[in-house]
C-alpha cells in the first residue's frame, strides 16, 4: 500500500507513487505472479529493481530487512517489524547512502553485507535518505547470531498475516522495549499502549485506555490521502464481520474536522474517530507516525498490548481472528 507525508502547515502532500514506480511494480507483479499466489498480499507495497532474481542476494534476516538494487543504490524492499533494522529506525523505501562514512553508491549487496556483519564494534552508523525526503543518521546495531529469531522474522514477513500454528502467538521477534530506538519513540510488538486523550470527531474527546478488553485497532488517516481512502471499504468491512467483539479507533490527521467528519459519514466509518493536530501532534509523534507516514495501523490485544502493526486487508482480519480465538 502506497504511504503519504504532508508537510506540517502546508497544503502540499507527498504520496511516494509516480508513474514509474506504477509500471515497475506491475512488471514485478507480472513476474512473480506464481509466488505471490501462495501467500497474501504484504501490507505495504514498494516497487521492486529491475531483477528480481537479484533480490534474493539482498536479503539479511539477521538484520530483519531485504534491500533491492535500483539505478545503482540500494533500497529498503522489505522490513520486519521489531527486528534490528526497524528498531535502528530504518524504514521501507529508505535509500542506504553510507556504512560508517563510506558512501555505497554502486556497492553490491555482498559489500555492504560484509560492511555490516564486520567484527570491528558492536553498531555501525548507517545514513539513509528517506523517501519522503531528507537524509538521516541511524545507529543500527549488530545483532548476535539467533537462529529462532531469524525464523520467526523471515515467517512473519513471508506470511504476511499471523500464524495461528505457532501456540497462538503472534510471531516475530519479542519486544526489547523503546530505549533502544534512539529517540524514535516507536512502538515494538509486545509494548503497552500509550494512553492519550483528543478531541472526537463530531464532538467529545477519545480516550484510549476507555476503550480496554478488546482487540483495539488504532488507524491513523486523512482524507488527503490517496491510500487511506482506498483502505476504507476493508475497514468498513473489518466493522461488519466482527462488530462490538473488536474496536477500531480512527486518528484522523486533517486541518480542519468538517471534511474528516462527512467523509468519515460518507464512507461508512462508523467507529469513533480522534482529530490530532498533524504531524507535530504529541500522540502522532509518540507512536512514530511522522517516521512510518500513512495509512498506518496499530493493533492492540485486550491486554492493551501491541499485536501487529501496518496490516490490511486479509492479513488484518486474520491478525483479528487469532485474537479473539487467543482471548
Known sequence: MPICWRASGERSKICRVTPLKIMRSLRAISICVGACLLMPALATVFPTGPSLAADAGGEMPSFGMTLVQEEGTLIVRDLVPNGPAYRAGVRLGDTFLSIDGVRLKGATFEQVRARLTAPRADAVTLQVRRR???????????????????????????????????QGAIPGPQSTGRSDVIGRGTLHVGDDLIDFT???????????????????????????????????????????????????IGINMDSTPGMAI?????AGL?????????????????????LTGIPFNILFDA????????????????????LLHRE
Request: hydrophobic residues 40%; glycine residues 12%.
Open 270 to 290: 462508523t467507529y469513533p474517530h480522534a482529530f490530532s493536530q498533524g504531524w507535530e501532534d504529541p500522540v502522532i509523534r509518540e507512536y512514530g507516525i511522522h
Open 198 to 248: 483528543l478531541p472526537r470527531l463530531g464532538g467529545g474527546e477519545v480516550t484510549l485506555s476507555e476503550f480496554a478488553g478488546k482487540p483495539i485497532l488504532l488507524d491513523f488517516w486523512a482524507t488527503w490521502c490517496g491510500p487511506c481512502r482506498a483502505a476504507a471499504p476493508g475497514l468498513a468491512a473489518i466493522t461488519t464481520r466482527f462488530g462490538d467483539k473488536i474496536q477500531i
Open 132 to 166: 519522503a525526503g531528507g537524509n538521516q543518521e541511524l545507529r543500527l546495531k549488530r545483532p548476535a547470531p539467533n537462529a529462532a529469531l531469524t525464523a520467526a522474522a523471515l515467517a512473519w514477513r513471508s506470511s504476511g498475516a499471523l500464524d495461528a500454528g505457532q
Open 303 to 322: 491486554q492493551g498490548r501491541v499485536a501487529a502493526m501496518d496490516l490490511h486487508g486479509q492479513p488484518l482480519a486474520d491478525a483479528l481472528e487469532l
Open 262 to 266: 462527512q467523509y468519515a459519514q460518507g
